[in-house]
């Protein structure tokens, strides 16, 4: 015998003699039940991707391999909702790396290198329909670090060019790193701010 709630039982027993009536009103409950069960189960799939979401990016943190996370994922989460799940990987990562550079002391020819061989493993492992974006992103990680490796002067004369590119904090965070090889005058910050209040 089938689970009705208790009250459509106690409807079924008051129908008494009624059998087609008692049929017809127990039969309407277990619509409402599936109704119910299936709007759920919709929230708690929503619920899924939002977590799903915040743990890729903080796999991220962590260097996860993504791509065999997203090949993992791609015979039980269609494609839409796998870009959102990683959507967010692009944005925290190249804030990483900008957060990196303004708190960085010292840095080498060598750990410019890696840290640019690392924004393009990143570049290649995330799963996203919106390439050209990320690709903007991480390229704008790589061209900070890069000129870290240019002499001061070279260094002003790309600002020039380039004012636009970096904040005025972004480009004054390049002056404070120390680079083996690389003087910084010390009105290096007079000069910077010269070029930059003309924007």
């Given at each position: 015998?089938?689970a009705?709630p ?5 409807l ?8 087609g009536?008692h049929?017809?009103r127990?039969n309407s409950?277990p619509?409402?039940n ?12 929503i ?14 943190i ?12 791609a015979?039980?989460v269609?494609?839409?909702?796998r870009?959102y ?7 925290i990562?190249?804030n990483?790396?900008?957060k ?28 996203s329909?919106?390439?050209e974006?990320?690709?903007q ?12 490796n ?17 904040t005025?904090?972004?480009y ?8 083996p090889?690389?003087e910084?005058p010390?009105?290096?910050r007079?000069?910077?701010?010269e070029i930059l209040s003309?924007?």
């Amino acid at each position: 015998m089938p689970a009705f709630p208790l009250s459509a039982l106690r409807l079924g027993n008051a129908s008494g003699k009624h059998k087609g009536h008692h049929h017809a009103r127990t039969n309407s409950v277990p619509s409402r039940n599936l109704a119910s069960f299936v709007d759920e189960y919709r929230k708690l799939a929503i619920d899924c991707l939002k977590v799903l979401r915040i743990e890729m990016q903080l796999e991220t943190i962590f260097h996860m391999q993504i791509t065999r996370r997203d090949e993992e994922m791609a015979p039980f989460v269609a494609g839409v909702k796998r870009n959102y799940i990683f959507g967010g990987i692009c944005a925290i990562a190249a804030n990483a790396f900008m957060k990196a550079l303004a708190d960085m002391k010292s840095i080498n020819l060598f750990g410019v290198q890696q840290i640019c061989r690392n924004s393009i493993a990143l570049e290649q492992s995330i799963p996203s329909i919106d390439s050209e974006t990320v690709q903007q992103r991480l390229d704008r990680v790589r061209t900070s670090y890069e000129l870290l490796n240019m002499p001061f002067e070279a260094l002003l004369a790309f600002i020039t060019e380039h004012e636009n590119l970096f904040t005025t904090t972004e480009y004054t965070n390049l002056l404070k790193v120390q680079v083996p090889g690389r003087e910084i005058p010390v009105d290096a910050r007079d000069r910077l701010s010269e070029i930059l209040s003309n924007r």
